[in-house]
């Protein structure tokens, strides 16, 4: 069975500066989907970055960044220039491809979560 | 286009009593999951659906459990009987129909079982 670890259960770091947040998983997959979802104060589960494991190069967006080293099983989230608006608990979650009928494929196993606090 | 809605967004009731959740996916979407989140467990995958059709229900932790999805614009998860051990925020999350694709989570249900 597949898991996902998030060692860091509480981060924080000063606006404008840059966090790096860890998520190691374990799977014995070589297809499969890493995301992070950030949910704020608001309680709403908010999809930050998904990567595909047959891409190499790391996905971006905007001020979020991923470093994916599939080896290693790792995949940290990286935000630059931080924002009071970053604030929030964020989920990295794996994935394995749907197949058309049954199973657990398809399902998102999250890790616990790490808590983050920008501060002014 | 709309996002997930679920309804209610909070929920206090007695043990003993039935609970039901609502949630409607976004148009287009043929999966549906339900999930449910506490402190102690985190996030866990309760049911989904395909096209309206339960595909894996492992995750509902006992029969007084149940989801139902009668059309593709609607589908409900039910508690009967509630326990206060069932106190948790439970989430309501749709998918297009593709292998690959992200799942798209609703505001959520804070269920709160006295």
């Known amino acids: 069975a597949q898991t996902v670890t998030q060692s860091q259960p509480e981060m924080s770091v000063q606006e404008a500066e840059t966090v790096t947040l860890s998520c190691t998983y374990d799977?014995?997959?070589?297809?499969?989907?890493l995301f992070w979802y950030k949910q704020p104060p608001s309680r709403q589960m908010i999809l930050v970055i998904r990567?595909?494991?047959?891409?190499?190069q790391n996905a971006t967006e905007n001020r979020f960044s991923v470093n994916f080293q599939k080896a290693a099983k790792s995949f940290s989230l990286k935000i630059s220039d931080s924002q009071l608006g970053d604030t929030a608990m964020y989920f990295c979650?794996?994935?394995?491809?749907?197949?058309?009928?049954?199973?657990?494929?398809?399902?998102?196993?999250f890790g616990k979560g790490t808590k983050l606090s920008v501060k002014p | 286009d709309a996002g997930v809605i679920q309804s209610p967004r909070h929920e206090v009731t007695e043990m003993g009593q039935e609970v039901t959740l609502r949630c409607k996916p976004i148009?287009?979407?043929?999966?549906l999951f339900w999930y449910r989140q506490t402190m102690m467990r985190g996030l866990e995958l309760l049911i989904y659906?395909?096209?309206?059709?339960?595909?894996?229900d492992s995750g509902m932790p006992e029969d007084r459990f149940s989801a139902k999805m009668p059309n593709a614009s609607f589908s409900t998860l039910k508690i009967q009987p509630s326990e206060p051990r069932d106190s948790a925020v439970y989430f309501c999350?749709?998918?297009?129909?593709?292998?690959?694709?992200?799942?798209?989570f609703g505001p959520g249900t804070r269920l709160t079982v006295l």
């Open positions: 799977t014995s997959e070589n297809n499969y989907y």
């Open positions: 148009s287009g979407h043929d999966y």
């Open positions: 999350a749709s998918s297009p129909g593709l292998a690959t694709d992200t799942q798209y």
């Open positions: 979650a794996f994935m394995k491809p749907r197949m058309n009928y049954g199973g657990s494929q398809g399902n998102l196993i």
């Open positions: 659906f395909n096209n309206n059709v339960p595909i894996d």
């Open positions: 990567q595909e494991a047959y891409k190499q």
